[in-house]
């Protein structure tokens, strides 16, 4: 079990983390929260209906991490490749689209980050600083999501885009300061893989 999920019977996923792990995964979700940043109910307390007709920011984010979590809905090559008033559509339109949905999907990210951390310290780790960590199959859904935002993440600030950037990221050489970030995401990678696996046992 070190290092991969495996099927729990009944459902769900285990995996054994040592104490070095649990922080690291423990920091990247707190890092990912403050990245996403409070909710609009945090924001303004006073109106809980107030939420519920909240609009959400219309511009993309400027942080080039948020605006991989939350890319734009219309864009992509073919819109790049359109007509300079097609292209101005899509971008009405993606504009449109986030000022309804971005609020929900930085709650939803929130929760899923926050389920990580909960998870976490509610660990009772052994002698070692060790310990086996059980997701039920909601907590599991939850994990793989803040995974994924995880390394969505740490791969925008590696400047990884496709495949072919994740083979550099094996030859880069020890003394690169990015060898730390680079190791955390290949080994969220394989965490995220046999997850899924798992999950769909």
């Known amino acids: 079990m070190p290092g991969h999920f495996e099927p ?100 939803g990210k929130r929760e899923n980050a926050l389920a990580v951390i909960r998870s976490l310290d509610a660990l009772t780790t052994a002698g070692d600083g060790g310990a086996v960590l059980k997701l039920s199959p909601g907590e599991s859904e939850q994990w793989l999501r803040a995974l994924n935002d995880l390394r969505l993440a740490i791969g925008a600030r590696l400047d990884v885009v496709d495949e072919e950037d994740t083979d550099l990221l094996y030859r880069l050489p020890d003394e690169d300061p990015r060898k730390p970030m680079v190791m955390a995401y290949l080994w969220l990678g394989g965490l995220q893989e046999t997850l899924v696996e798992t999950l769909m046992h």
């Not at 609009?40 to 006073?46: L, V």
């Open 8 to 107: 729990l019977p009944g459902g769900g996923a285990a995996v054994a983390l040592d104490e070095v792990e649990i922080s690291i995964i423990r920091s990247l979700a707190v890092q990912l929260l403050e990245l996403i940043g409070p909710g609009p109910a945090e924001n303004a307390p006073d109106d809980p209906l107030a939420e519920l007709f909240a609009e959400g920011p219309s511009e993309p984010p400027s942080d080039p991490v948020l605006q991989r979590l939350f890319p734009d809905a219309y864009s992509g090559p073919d819109v790049e490749a359109s007509s300079p008033e097609q292209a101005e559509e899509q971008r009405a339109y993606s504009s449109e689209f986030r000022r309804f949905t971005e609020n929900d999907l930085r709650a």
